[in-house]
C-alpha cells in the first residue's frame, strides 16, 4: 500500500500544470520562454496573470490531493508520504526528462493539507518576504524554511521529517538562484529577465 500512495502521489505531482495551460492558452511551450522554468513565477513572464495564478492553485491543489488520498489508503502517515511523493513529482516529472518545478507552490498546498495553520505560516511568509524584496526565490525559499521550523515549534513532530526533505530539496532546486542573490544579480518580479 505504501508504493501504491507513492505512486499516486508521484504521478499528480507529475502533471505540469504551467506547460499544460500555457500551450491551451497560446503562448506556445513555456520551457522556451524566461528561465525555461514551469512553475507560476515563469508563467507570469508571459504576461497572462491568470494563467499564472491557475497554475499556482494547480500546482499547490495536485500536493494536497496527494495528501488526501494518501491519508485515506493509510490512516497513519500516507498524508505525509503522498505529499512529498507529489513535491517530487514536482519537481522531477517522468513526462518531462525529470526536469521539473522548483516545488514551492506544490509544498504550499502539500503543507496546508497537512496541517493548515503551518500552511498558513507558509503563505504569510512567502507574501510578505515577496512584499519586502520583490524577488521570487528568495519569498520561496525563506516560507520552505519557515515550514519545518513553525512545525518543530509547533510540536507537530510527525510531519517534521516531510517538511524538511521538502525544504531541503527546495533550496537544492534553488542552487541557481542563491548564486544569484549573494552576487546581486537575481532578477525581482516584475523585471524581464532571462532567470528564475
Given at each position: 500500500m505504501p508504493v501504491l500512495v507513492m505512486v499516486i502521489g508521484y504521478l499528480l505531482g507529475s502533471i505540469p500544470f504551467g506547460l499544460v495551460l500555457t500551450r491551451l492558452g497560446g503562448v506556445g511551450d513555456l520551457r522556451a520562454i524566461g528561465s525555461g522554468n514551469i512553475g507560476a513565477t515563469n508563467v507570469l513572464r508571459t504576461g497572462r496573470k491568470g494563467l499564472a495564478a491557475a497554475t499556482l492553485l494547480l500546482d499547490g491543489a495536485k500536493g494536497a490531493a496527494a495528501?488526501?488520498?494518501?491519508?485515506?489508503?493509510?490512516?497513519?502517515?500516507?498524508?505525509?508520504?503522498?505529499g512529498v511523493w507529489a513535491f517530487i513529482g514536482h519537481l522531477y516529472p517522468l513526462w518531462l526528462r525529470f526536469m521539473g518545478g522548483k516545488g514551492v507552490a506544490t509544498m504550499l498546498g502539500v503543507t496546508l493539507a497537512l496541517y493548515w495553520p503551518i500552511g498558513l505560516i507558509f503563505a504569510g511568509v512567502?507574501?510578505?518576504?515577496?512584499?519586502?524584496?520583490?524577488?521570487?526565490?528568495?519569498s520561496g525559499m525563506s516560507a520552505a524554511i519557515a515550514a519545518p521550523v513553525a512545525a518543530f515549534l509547533m510540536g507537530e513532530r510527525v510531519i517534521l521529517p516531510a517538511l524538511c526533505a521538502m525544504a531541503a530539496l527546495v533550496l537544492w532546486k534553488h542552487r541557481p538562484n542563491i548564486a544569484r542573490l549573494l552576487n546581486g544579480t537575481e532578477p525581482r518580479v516584475g523585471k524581464k529577465s532571462s532567470a528564475e
Open positions: 495528501v488526501f488520498i494518501g491519508g485515506h489508503l493509510i490512516p497513519d502517515g500516507g498524508a505525509a508520504i503522498g512567502w507574501i510578505a518576504m515577496l512584499a519586502l524584496t520583490r524577488i521570487s526565490s528568495a
